[in-house]
């Protein structure tokens, strides 16, 4: 039963503390999207790669926020450094998209950040 | 800024009856999406109808597309207490193959 996994599950940090997540899409997936989730602005799209390129990341804060994928069954991001702002339930999804179409994503369990 | 917009926002109902949940977007699109998230959970995908589709079935749900109204439907037929989560639409960014989510309707399905 493929899936996404995301590690870890829960975080709790101190402000100024790097944090790093970690995401293994599913197999044979070309597409990697990084959403935030928080109950003010809903579910943000931060980034997405293709086929391991970074495609966007308009939506990500620039200057503390990175997004890459070493290979193809790791994307990370990363925060550094950390603010209480950043507190939110950040999700992982993979999907294989193809030429003119758009197909479902297959979202990981989240991460829950909890910056004090 | 959101392109699908669920309403309404809460919907509470008894086990049994049927839950309809609406989508409105802005641009045209090529298809669209509806996703659950159960608390604390992943979102998962539930049914994509496309453009040229103006209904869609799935189990007890059906999913309708007006295209020249811009909006979209979510019917759940025989609700169950399981069926109590957040409901999105999805919708193609435009010139992204990327999806903007809208803001969700939470369903509770009273036993």
């Known amino acids: 039963d493929a899936r996404v996994t995301q590690t870890p599950r829960d975080k709790v940090t101190e402000m100024g503390q790097e944090v790093t997540m970690r995401c293994q899409p599913i197999?044979?997936?070309?597409?990697v999207f990084w959403y935030r989730q928080t109950m003010k602005q809903g579910l943000e799209l931060l980034a997405y790669?293709?086929?391991?390129?970074?495609?966007?990341d308009s939506g990500m804060p620039k200057d503390r926020f990175s997004a890459e994928m070493p290979d193809a069954t790791l994307a990370t991001l990363k925060i550094q450094p950390s603010e209480p702002r950043d507190s939110a339930v950040y999700f992982c999804?993979?999907?294989?998209?193809?030429?003119?179409?758009?197909?479902?994503?297959?979202f990981g369990p989240g991460t829950r950040l909890t910056v004090l | 800024s959101q392109q699908g917009e669920e309403d309404p926002q809460a919907l509470s109902i008894q086990e049994g009856e049927n839950a309809t949940m609406n989508c409105s977007y802005k641009?045209?699109?090529?298809?669209l999406q509806w996703y659950r998230q159960n608390s604390g959970r992943g979102l998962v995908h539930l049914i994509l109808?496309?453009?040229?589709?103006r209904e869609k079935h799935s189990g007890r749900l059906r999913v309708t597309l007006d295209t020249s109204k811009k909006s979209s439907s979510l019917l759940i037929t025989a609700s169950r207490a399981a069926d109590t989560a957040s409901y999105f639409c999805?919708?193609?960014?435009?010139?992204?193959?990327?999806?903007?989510f809208g803001s969700g309707t939470r369903l509770q399905v009273q036993p």
């Open positions: 999805a919708t193609p960014r435009t010139g992204r193959r990327a999806l903007t």
């Open positions: 197999l044979g997936h070309n597409t």
């Open positions: 109808i496309r453009s040229n589709e």
């Open positions: 790669f293709r086929n391991r390129a970074p495609l966007d």
């Open positions: 641009t045209s699109i090529n298809n």
């Open positions: 999804a993979s999907g294989l998209v193809l030429a003119g179409d758009y197909n479902e994503q297959f």
